[in-house]
T-cell receptor, first 116, second 114 residues
């Protein structure tokens, strides 16, 4: 596709439910990032992939959060046993090359997760 | 939480007026970026700054990388209704490796009176 595609756009989950959020980066982009954006806040880094390798997961808030990119293209962010504090917009971004200076990040429209 | 302090948090301006917003940090960054986010969309890059003291323009937008490497400002001249949105600054530290992702400010919500 022309841009970064995320699905679903909206997800409502009951507390304790597992959810899976999907990201289709721009074709051929090496780097893929997940960010969490709480209401009224700026995005906060969760994790980074270079191809299929997860090089940085320091931003994942707990072991309930898990991300994968098994074939170096589509990525899935999974949240187990969702809690109300997990409610946020989850943004995916990709860039053409490895994460170096001067790389431009392209963001998707995000998945808005609401945990009731 | 955010390590970049962005101000103002929100502002109403009259169409045609100039706008100024800034971002400060207690830490040094080697790259400053400014993004705009429309409702229901992801952030879109407006301007990127790579050198201390650098002043860069993109149409009606002008941004500067502070000489101390701890701050940056964004100016919008002659604002129009489509400038409405949330503007975020973002910084990246040295060294530039997988462990140095972008840190975003809290955003400035710009609202324009037509």
């Amino acid at each position: 596709g022309a841009g970064v595609s995320q699905s679903p756009r909206y997800k409502v989950a009951k507390r304790g439910q597992d959810v899976a959020l999907r990201c289709d980066p721009i074709s051929g982009h090496v780097s893929l990032f997940w960010y969490q954006q709480a209401l009224g806040q700026g995005p906060e880094f969760l994790t980074y992939f270079q191809n299929e390798a997860q090089l940085d997961k320091s931003g994942l808030p707990s072991d309930r959060f898990f991300a994968e990119r098994p074939e170096g293209s589509v990525s899935t962010l999974k949240i187990q046993r969702t809690q109300q504090e997990d409610s946020a917009v989850y943004l995916c971004a990709s860039s053409l090359g490895a994460w170096l200076n001067n790389e431009k990040l392209f963001f998707g429209s995000g998945t808005q997760l609401s945990v009731l | 939480g955010q390590q970049l302090n962005q101000s103002p948090q929100s502002m109403f301006i009259q169409e045609g007026e100039d706008v100024s917003m800034n971002c400060t940090s207690s830490s040094i960054f080697n790259t400053w970026l400014w993004y705009k986010q429309d409702p229901g969309e992801g952030p879109v890059l407006l301007i990127a700054l790579y050198k201390a003291g650098e002043l860069t323009s993109n149409g009606r937008l002008t941004a500067q990388f502070g000489i101390t490497r701890k701050d940056s400002f964004l100016n919008i001249s002659a604002s129009i209704p489509s400038d409405v949105g949330i503007y975020f600054c973002a910084g990246q530290r040295l060294p530039n490796n997988a462990g140095n992702m972008l840190t975003f400010g809290g955003g400035t919500r710009l609202m324009v009176k037509p």
